[in-house]
């Protein structure tokens, strides 16, 4: 529920901006995006004046935050991990494209009493997904995009616990397992070709525990990345 929340803020914030800066025909707006000649003619100033929309391609890097879990129930803390994003697309028509991403995080996270004194090891997360894109509210100062990828995730738990089992501090072991990315992009146009990203995404893992039962565990996790896009020059 809390996720739904922050998403739904996050989402109605963005969607109040794009709204807020709609180009609207006035003399005033003529003025600001034009500039007379010597001859008499107008200099079209404005930068976004060619956001169009109808790239094939676009790629996207953004510093990247996500919490995750480390370990099975009763290890109630988890891990805030920063990293990197990176996003591709390649789209097949205005409002659809599929869409890939890389991810890496890393950082420490909290553990289970032990009687090694093992606190705040680190732990590592790399994410890839695939899956479709949508466009949706758009005009030439921004865009709200849409995605729900699925895909794998390799967890590093194990690293920082001096040769101890993951079991003495309660984490998953080293492994590979199934992720799910849904959320989307708040794109804010700097010009045809270059926009700044906001990422905000729940990030779904199911890692699972092989000392003493193969049981799985399903955690939704919010996630955000801040970086820029890039549009390519080829048109659909």
Do not use: C
């Not at 609207?24 to 008499?40: C, E, F, I, K, L």
């Not at 879990?69 to 028509?93: C, M, Q, R």
């Not at 606190?119 to 758009?138: C, D, M, N, R």
């Not at 804010?188 to 893992?205: C, G, Q």
């Amino acid at each position: 529920m809390r996720l739904s929340v922050r998403f739904f803020l996050i989402f109605a914030a963005a969607a109040l901006v794009l709204s807020a800066v709609t180009p609207r025909v006035s003399a005033q707006n003529q003025s600001s995006d034009s500039q007379v000649t010597g001859n008499g003619t107008y200099v079209s100033l404005d930068p976004l004046a060619n956001v169009r929309y109808d790239n094939r391609y676009d790629i996207s890097l953004g510093a990247a935050y996500a919490h995750t879990k480390t370990g099975p129930p009763p290890l109630h803390e988890g891990a805030n991990l920063g990293g990197l994003d990176l996003d591709a697309s390649y789209w097949f028509s205005k409002r659809w494209a599929a869409e890939g991403t890389g991810r890496a995080y890393v950082g420490t996270s909290g553990a289970a009493p032990n009687p090694y004194n093992i606190s705040g090891p680190f732990v590592a997360q790399y994410i890839f997904a695939a899956g479709p894109e949508w466009l949706g509210p758009h005009n030439k100062h921004g865009a709200l995009l849409a995605h729900a990828m699925v895909g794998g995730t390799y967890g590093k738990f194990e690293q920082d616990l001096r040769g101890n089992p993951p079991s003495t501090v309660g984490f998953f072991n080293d492994q590979m397992a199934m992720a799910a990315v849904i959320g989307g992009h708040i794109d804010l146009n700097r010009s045809a070709r270059w926009a700044f990203r906001i990422t905000p995404d729940a990030i779904y893992t199911r890692y699972g525990i092989n000392y003493g039962n193969q049981q799985t565990y399903g955690y939704w996790n919010f996630a955000i990345s801040v970086g820029a896009e890039y549009r390519f020059k080829r048109k659909r």
